[in-house]
């Protein structure tokens, strides 16, 4: 389980990790005064690899980010932070080679060609949230359901208790040829979108099938949001049909992020919470004219 701390407490080590990485966060673990920043699930979460498009033999530094519209703060390597933490090589998965409070969050070489495949799965967090901003946030992501099941159990106007996880996953091309089939892999996180095209291959114009994941299983009526980094006002928003798939236009090149929510009420007598939401993100990189 996360732990939080003001936002100003995490900016000041992100810039201090920027001549020294993770060094000054690596000093505060160690005296008990390390915090993570106050990532309410209002909040994305992704991976930001620094090339999503590079030669073999490109050492690749492996970028987290929490924050809204494709800006915000970057996150370290704690490993309580994560219950996986992966990149799958054409040769096979292997963990991220990082240090406690690495930042950026871990490094790996791209030493084949082919399709490479990132994953992270947060631990859970917890959050309290005031009735307005918790209503706010729903209607933001979707999640509208989760306003009339608050209403029927006469809770509108009470303070939100929610946990909440991350389920990350980016997609990044090395070189030319090599196996291509990262895209279509199934990391078994509880939430989960999976690409039924390799993005790679596509041009702007082109359509991009995903399949929403749910404990394995196709979750229909949720919202998927995309949108680019240069035009984060310019957003897709459609809802998975029966069959837990979307087609999404993908109409320009650039970093993609693709997102979803889902919302679920804890178990009667949980005591802590009384929901708890999963968030999937995907990122790649839109060539402008394929692969």
């Keep these: 389980m996360g732990i939080h701390s003001s936002p100003a ?3 000041m080590t992100g810039f201090y990790a920027k001549s020294r990485p993770g060094a000054l966060l690596r000093a505060l673990l160690i005296s008990g005064l390390a915090t993570f920043p106050a990532t309410v699930p209002a909040h994305d979460f992704w991976i930001e690899p620094a090339q999503f498009v590079a030669d073999p033999g490109t050492e690749i530094p492996i970028v987290l980010r ?13 490993n309580d932070w994560f219950s996986d933490y992966r990149v799958v090589t054409p040769a096979g998965p292997e963990p991220v080679d990082a240090m406690l409070g690495d930042d950026p969050a871990g490094v790996f070489t791209a ?3 082919g399709m490479y495949l990132i994953g992270y799965r947060s631990t859970r967090d917890f959050v309290e949230l005031p009735p307005e901003k918790f209503r706010s946030y729903l209607r933001n992501e979707g999640l509208e359901r989760i306003i009339d099941r608050r209403s029927e159990r006469n809770e509108t106007n009470l303070p939100a208790r929610e946990l909440y996880s991350r389920c ?3 997609l990044l091309r090395i070189g030319a040829g090599g196996a291509d089939g990262a895209y279509r892999l199934n990391l078994g996180y509880t939430l989960e979108l999976m690409p039924e095209r390799n993005p ?4 702007p114009g082109d359509s991009l099938p995903i399949v929403l994941l749910y404990d394995g299983k196709p979750l229909a009526d949720a919202l998927i949001v995309a949108f680019t980094s240069d035009r984060p006002e310019d957003k897709s928003r459609i809802r998975t049909g029966a069959d837990g798939r979307v087609e999404l236009l993908l109409d320009r090149p650039g ?24 968030w999937a993100s995907l990122t790649f990189r839109l060539p402008v004219g394929g692969a």
């Design 200 to 203: 790679y291959a596509l041009s």
């Design 111 to 113: 030493v084949e060609p």
């Design 255 to 278: 970093l993609w992020l693709i997102k979803s929510v889902h919302m679920i009420p804890t178990d009667p007598g949980h005591g802590r919470a009384e929901w708890e939401s999963f």
């Design 9 to 11: 407490q995490y900016r």
């Design 168 to 170: 990350a996953k980016s």
């Design 66 to 78: 929490v924050g809204q519209d494709l800006g915000g703060d970057t996150v370290p390597y704690i």
